[in-house]
Every structure is written in structure tokens, then in C-alpha cells.
């Protein structure tokens, strides 16, 4: 493992992982990037045991991780977004030392890197706060209490017209076919329904 002592190598998968770390935070829950993110951090460990680095660096690699899930809980906070990549650039720049503080890194691979980085984390994280925070068009949960027909029989199972399309429902009594509904409340995308009993009252009046 005598590569991963190489400044260069070790930024590149120091880097890899804080990324693949926040992106974690950004989207939790399916695995590949957390455990991604483990095994990039621990070479980048092994890295930093064995390698001169700068204390105040690690700290501002550390620190970057709060103003980032603070951006992300709270949407249209871009400058936190941005103090991030700040700490996490220069933080990992001059994380590997020479000469007890000036940065191990190629000045190249640290410049185009840490740009990629930014670009990335700048564009896709605020695309993916954004679309997070979109409401619905559809909104299910706006279906309750919303009157409809129902176009079969309905109990265990059934078909009702709600909101213009078409819904698979149940009911806790048999409802027959054609008769008024109400939606009580929906379970995943199974509408329970009932028999509208205003809406019989109002055919009435009418009659």
C-alpha cells in the first residue's frame, strides 16, 4: 500500500470520499455512497497516520461538514453551501504538509481538482436541495375529503373517480356501483372510502 503514501494519490481519495460522504448526507438511505465513503476515508487515513499533515487543515476538513448539512436542511442558504467548499478546499489541500505546513499536493491536481469539486458540489447539491424541497404536483394527501363515484362495487376492493382519474379503493361497508363516495384517507395508493351520505341528501333536494 506504499501508493496510497504518495500526497497526490492520498488527496485525490481523501477527497473522493469527503464527496462521496456528503453526498451521503445529501441522499441517505441507499448504501453505495456511505459505504463508498468508509473505504475511500479509511485509505485516507491510513495516508494521513503515516504522512507530515497539518492539524488546523483537518479541523477545517471537520468543520466544513457543519455549514453542509445546515445548507442542506434548510434550503435557499447557498453562502453556507459555499463556506463548505471553502473549508473542504483548502482544508484538503493543505492537509498533507511539507515542510511543516506548505501543501504536499501538486499545485495542478489541487487547482483542477478542487475546481471540479466545487462546480459539482455548487450545481448538483443545490439541484438536489431544490428538487427536494418541491412540493408535489400530485399531492395524495389532498385527496382526503374529496367527494367522487364509485365505478364498481366496492368492499375489499374496488374502483372509484376521484379528482379526474381513476383510484383503486376499499371500503369498510359494501358501497354498490355508481353510488356517491368520500375519501376518508388513503393507504400507499389504495383510497378508503365511504358512502356519501350529503351527497344523497343533495340528489334529493334536487329531485
Given amino acids: 500500500m506504499d501508493f496510497l503514501l504518495d500526497p497526490n494519490i492520498a488527496y485525490l481519495i481523501l477527497l473522493g470520499g469527503v464527496l462521496l460522504g456528503l453526498m451521503a448526507i445529501v441522499t441517505p438511505g441507499t448504501g453505495v455512497f456511505e459505504v463508498g465513503a468508509f473505504f475511500c476515508l479509511l485509505l485516507a487515513g491510513y495516508a494521513v497516520y503515516n504522512l507530515s499533515f497539518n492539524w488546523w487543515a483537518l479541523i477545517l476538513l471537520v468543520l466544513s461538514i457543519a455549514p453542509f448539512i445546515y445548507a442542506v436542511q434548510k434550503p435557499k442558504r447557498e453562502i453556507y453551501l459555499g463556506v463548505s467548499i471553502f473549508f473542504l478546499v483548502i482544508g484538503s489541500v493543505f492537509l498533507f504538509a511539507v515542510d511543516g505546513w506548505k501543501p504536499a499536493v501538486n499545485p495542478f491536481v489541487a487547482l483542477a481538482t478542487s475546481g471540479l469539486l466545487s462546480a459539482f458540489l455548487w450545481i448538483v447539491v443545490r439541484k438536489t436541495v431544490q428538487a427536494a424541497g418541491v412540493r408535489p404536483v400530485h399531492d395524495l394527501d389532498a385527496l382526503t375529503d ?11 376492493e374496488g374502483s372509484v373517480f376521484v379528482a379526474g382519474e381513476m383510484w383503486s379503493a376499499r371500503s369498510d361497508k359494501v358501497i354498490p356501483a355508481g353510488s356517491p363516495i368520500r375519501v376518508v384517507r388513503r393507504e400507499g395508493f389504495i383510497l378508503v372510502v365511504e358512502k356519501d351520505a ?3 341528501n343533495n340528489l334529493k333536494k334536487e329531485k
Fill in 146 to 156: 374529496l367527494s367522487g363515484e364509485a365505478r364498481s362495487r366496492i368492499h375489499e
Fill in 198 to 200: 350529503h351527497s344523497n
